[in-house]
């Protein structure tokens, strides 16, 4: 039996030891926004958080995750309210949409590493293939979110019923 955390909550798989994380994910826990791809670790679609860290599910397995604390996509935001999620809808970023939460999830790792990265920064973390070729799209929605979470985060200088 592997014991480790998914979105918060403790989950026991009783699956063989070299069973990928993303079916495990998919098949046991029935969190089906992490999306198979290429299987080789090369495209990001089923990329998740690994104790925060971008990790491609295909790749490891649940025995080498014992103890570890896994984010999906469904974990980022109760009501798909996280402002990467935001910024995707906003920039109209998807369209046949499969490697999507891939590449929210690699995002999202990238901006708790660079609150305000680079076009080079975006460009070389964010290694996730979409054949809908929506990068334009991509890098803008992470700055959109990046400026988001830099606001929501800065202490407002005005003091509600303060002098003007």
């Known amino acids: 039996m592997t014991k480790f955390t998914v979105n918060g909550n403790p989950v026991e798989f009783l699956m063989q030891p070299d069973t990928p994380l993303l079916w495990a994910l998919r098949d046991a826990a029935g969190l089906a926004g992490t999306k198979y791809g290429c299987g080789a670790g090369l495209c990001g679609a089923c990329t ?4 925060g860290k ?11 995750l014992e103890g570890t604390f896994i984010t999906t ?3 980022l935001s109760d009501n798909r309210d996280h402002p990467l999620q935001q910024a995707w809808i906003a920039a109209q970023v998807p369209q046949c949409g499969y490697c ?3 590449m929210i999830m690699a995002a999202a790792a990238l901006l708790k590493d660079k609150p305000n990265p680079s ?3 975006i460009d070389t973390t964010i290694t996730n293939l979409c054949r809908c070729g929506t990068y ?9 979110a990046a ?9 407002s200088t ?7």
């Open 48 to 51: 998740v958080h690994v104790d």
């Open 54 to 64: 971008a990790t491609r599910s295909c790749q490891v397995t649940i025995a080498e």
């Open 73 to 75: 996509i469904e974990g």
């Open 100 to 102: 999507q939460s891939g």
């Open 119 to 121: 076009d080079d920064d």
């Open 136 to 144: 334009p799209r991509v890098r803008a929605a992470i700055h959109t």
């Open 147 to 155: 400026a988001s979470l830099r606001a929501a985060s800065s202490p």
């Open 158 to 164: 005005a003091k509600p019923g303060g002098p003007t």
